[in-house]
C-alpha cells in the first residue's frame, strides 16, 4: 500500500466517527459532546444529510484506495471537501468566535489533511 492509499484510508477511518456522531443519532451525540440541543425534525434532518454527505465521500476516498483509476480524483475531493470544511469553520471564528475546543481540533486536522493531500498530489505529478 503506498502513501496515497494510507493516507486516503487514514481520512475515512478518522471522519467515519463524526460523520456518524453528527447524523447516527444526532439529538444524542450532539447534545454529549456539544451540548448542542437538535430535537426538531428540521435540525436532525440537516445533520443527517451533513452525515450522508461525509458517508458519500469517505466512500469515494475508500473506492480511490483500491481502484487506482480514482485515486487522484479521491485526493482532489479530499483536498477540496477538508479546505471547505477549514474555510466555514474559520468564517465562524471571525464571525461568531471561539467554538468547543473539538472543533479546533477539527480545523487544525482538516487544514493539516488539505495540505498534506496537496503535497501528495504534487508528488504524484
Known amino acids: 500500500m503506498n502513501i496515497r492509499q494510507k493516507f486516503?484510508?487514514?481520512?475515512?477511518?478518522?471522519?467515519?466517527?463524526?460523520?456518524?456522531?453528527?447524523?447516527l443519532m444526532p439529538q444524542k451525540s450532539l447534545s454529549f459532546l456539544f451540548d448542542?440541543?437538535?430535537?426538531d425534525?428540521?435540525?436532525?434532518?440537516?445533520?443527517?444529510?451533513?452525515?450522508?454527505?461525509?458517508?458519500?465521500?469517505?466512500?469515494?476516498?475508500?473506492?480511490?484506495?483500491?481502484?487506482?483509476?480514482?485515486?487522484?480524483?479521491?485526493?482532489y475531493s479530499l483536498i477540496v471537501f477538508m479546505f471547505g470544511l477549514a474555510a466555514g469553520r474559520i468564517l465562524s471564528l471571525i464571525i461568531d468566535g471561539m467554538p468547543h475546543w473539538l472543533l479546533v481540533v477539527y480545523l487544525v486536522l482538516e487544514l493539516g489533511f488539505g495540505v498534506i493531500g496537496i503535497l501528495l498530489i504534487k508528488k504524484s505529478d
Open 8 to 23: 486516503l484510508l487514514v481520512a475515512a477511518i478518522g471522519l467515519l466517527p463524526i460523520a456518524l456522531s453528527y447524523g
Open 36 to 39: 448542542i440541543s437538535v430535537s
Open 41 to 75: 425534525p428540521n435540525g436532525i434532518h440537516i445533520f443527517r444529510a451533513v452525515m450522508g454527505l461525509y458517508l458519500a465521500l469517505i466512500m469515494f476516498w475508500l473506492i480511490g484506495v483500491f481502484i487506482v483509476q480514482i485515486r487522484q480524483a479521491a485526493l
